[in-house]
C-alpha cells in the first residue's frame, strides 16, 4: 500500500527515534506542518459528563441574578462548588469580590485560569482542581452552586455548619425541606431551562431556653423556622412570626415585636410595642 508523503516521513521518524540521535536527524527531516501543527483548544460540551452531573453551563443573566441574590459586598469571599468553565466565579471577580471555583475536570480548571488571564481578574478569581466533597470551602462567606438535588442535601449539612449568616445560592436544584429564603427567575427571555435560583441564609443556632429578664424564653428550630412560647409575669404566651436571617432574630409575643441578633448563648435587640420600644437580651440557660 502506498502512503501519502507525510504519513510516510512521519512513519520512518518513529522508527528512527529508537535512537535520540537519529530521532532528532529524522524530526528534523519531517514537514513543517506536520511536525508543528498544534493539539486543538479544549472546548467543553454542554452535557459532558463529569463525576457526580453532566456539565451544562448556567446561563450568563442568571448568573448575574444569582450573584445580585447574594448580596455581594467587597469584603465577601466566594466559593462556587462544581465551577465548569469559571463563568460564575470570574463574573464575581469583575464586581471586585475574592472567589474560588472547585472542579474536579482538569481541562475545564485550565480553561477556567485561562479566561481569568484574558478577564484581567486573575488576582481575585482562581481555580483547583479538587472533589468538592472532600475541599474545605468553610471560610466562605457566599456559596455557589448548580449540582443535583441528592448532591444539594450530602452538602447540607455542611454548609448548615458554615458561620452563620454565609449566603448560599444554587441554580435550579433546592435543598429539601430547607426552605428556600428567596426564589428568583431569569430575567432573559431566551432562557427556557434551569432559569430559576434559590437563596438560602445559613441560620444561627438558636434553639434552646433563655432568660429574658424576669421571664422564660422556649425555642424550637428547623433550620430558619422558630416556634416557642415566652413566660413573663406568671404568663406564658406562643411566640408568633419567629424566624431566623442569619444572625438576626425576630418574633412576636403579644402585641410586642421582637427583634435582635444571637451571638453564641447570648442574644439582644429591640422590643416594640404601640406605645413605644425598649432593649431586650437574653442569656442562654439550656440546650
Known amino acids: 500500500m502506498k502512503l501519502p508523503r507525510a504519513i510516510a516521513a512521519a512513519a520512518a521518524a518513529a522508527f528512527l527515534c529508537q535512537s535520540a540521535l537519529l530521532c532528532q536527524s529524522a524530526v528534523v527531516g519531517m514537514s513543517p506542518a506536520l511536525a508543528q501543527q498544534p493539539a486543538p483548544a479544549y472546548q467543553p460540551q454542554s452535557g459532558q459528563e463529569g463525576k457526580d452531573v453532566v456539565w451544562i453551563p448556567t446561563h450568563q443573566a442568571l448568573v448575574d441574578r444569582m450573584l445580585d441574590m447574594a448580596q455581594l459586598r467587597p469584603d465577601d469571599y466566594l466559593v462556587d462548588l462544581g465551577s465548569g468553565d469559571g463563568r460564575t466565579v470570574i463574573t464575581a471577580a469583575r464586581r471586585g469580590v475574592r472567589a474560588l471555583g472547585i472542579e474536579y475536570n482538569p481541562d475545564l480548571v485550565k480553561l477556567s485560569t485561562a479566561a481569568a488571564e484574558t478577564e484581567g481578574v486573575a488576582d481575585r478569581a482562581s481555580f483547583v482542581q479538587a472533589d468538592i466533597?472532600?475541599?474545605?470551602?468553610?471560610?466562605?462567606?457566599?456559596?455557589?452552586?448548580?449540582?443535583?438535588?441528592?448532591l444539594n442535601m450530602k452538602l447540607r449539612p455542611t454548609i448548615l455548619a458554615m458561620k452563620p449568616g454565609t449566603r448560599v445560592v444554587s441554580n435550579t436544584f433546592d435543598m429539601g425541606d430547607w426552605k428556600a429564603d428567596q426564589t428568583i427567575e431569569s430575567a432573559d427571555a431566551d432562557c427556557s431551562n434551569f432559569c430559576r435560583a434559590y437563596k438560602w441564609i445559613v441560620p444561627a443556632r438558636a434553639e434552646g431556653t433563655w432568660r429574658l429578664g424576669d421571664g422564660e424564653l422556649r425555642l424550637k428550630q428547623r433550620f430558619q423556622m422558630l416556634e416557642g412560647t415566652l413566660r413573663q409575669g406568671g404568663q406564658e404566651m406562643a411566640i408568633g412570626e419567629a424566624r431566623m436571617n442569619g444572625t438576626q432574630i425576630a418574633f412576636t409575643a403579644g402585641d410586642r415585636q421582637f427583634t435582635g441578633t444571637v451571638e453564641g448563648g447570648r442574644m439582644a435587640g429591640t422590643s416594640r410595642t404601640p406605645q413605644g420600644s425598649q432593649a431586650w437580651s437574653a442569656a442562654r440557660s439550656a440546650p
Open 133 to 150: 466533597f472532600e475541599s474545605d470551602f468553610s471560610d466562605a462567606t457566599v456559596v455557589t452552586l448548580f449540582l443535583l438535588p441528592t
